[in-house]
């Protein structure tokens, strides 16, 4: 059995469908990061798993998605709530690092309309991940949201970073670390209808998720 965290902000209008095609094999906890429009109650209602973070921020919902799973096989996937990604690509993901062939898998989002992925935030996202090829050599070209590794292994990393900074943070470290690094291609879907991002919804969000992840570049 593979967890997989699903950080969570208002998310109820994409829950029920995206819970309801998870695959065998893979079970759901729902790291929710202070819903107010019964995303909880939706994801229970469908047999997931909640987890509710008081703390704000995506990599505060995400350390505790990771901190309340329990794995069989000791790996766990990390995907976004909001319907952009189809779980059935989880398999994919993840199987490099349950066969021993990477530390950490990576999705590389490719976007199945122009609607998916806004020109504003698709380019401050090559703009990191280039720095990041740079710095690290991995070779990367998405900070990922979908992602799979080894549970122990990643607490290890000791990761710090509560708010957008998250994802950079964990490849800045697992360069550090000597992980092998895998990055695979996956279809990005547009958003549930009734959802909206907290990064690329809007220039603002894309703005600040660059802020945070610059500060994890300076440290």
Known sequence: MTDVVLPCLNEAA?????????????RPIIADNGSTD?????ARRSGARVVQISQRGYGAAVHAGVLAAEP???????????GSFDPADLPRVAGPVRAGEADLACGRRRPVSARA?????RI???????RVRRATGLPVHDIAPVRAFRREALLALDLRDRRFGYPLELLLSAARAGWRV????VPYHPRAAGTRSKVTGTVRGTLRTIHDMRAVLAR
Do not use: F, K, Q, T
């Open 14 to 26: 994409a829950l029920a469908d995206l819970l309801a095609r998870m695959p065998a094999g893979y």
């Open 182 to 185: 895998r990055e695979l291609d």
């Open 38 to 42: 019964g995303s909880p109650a939706v």
């Open 117 to 121: 992925w806004p020109a504003h935030a």
């Open 124 to 130: 401050g996202n090559a703009i990191l991940a280039h």
């Open 72 to 82: 069989v096989d000791g790996v766990v996937c990390v995907m976004d709530a909001d």
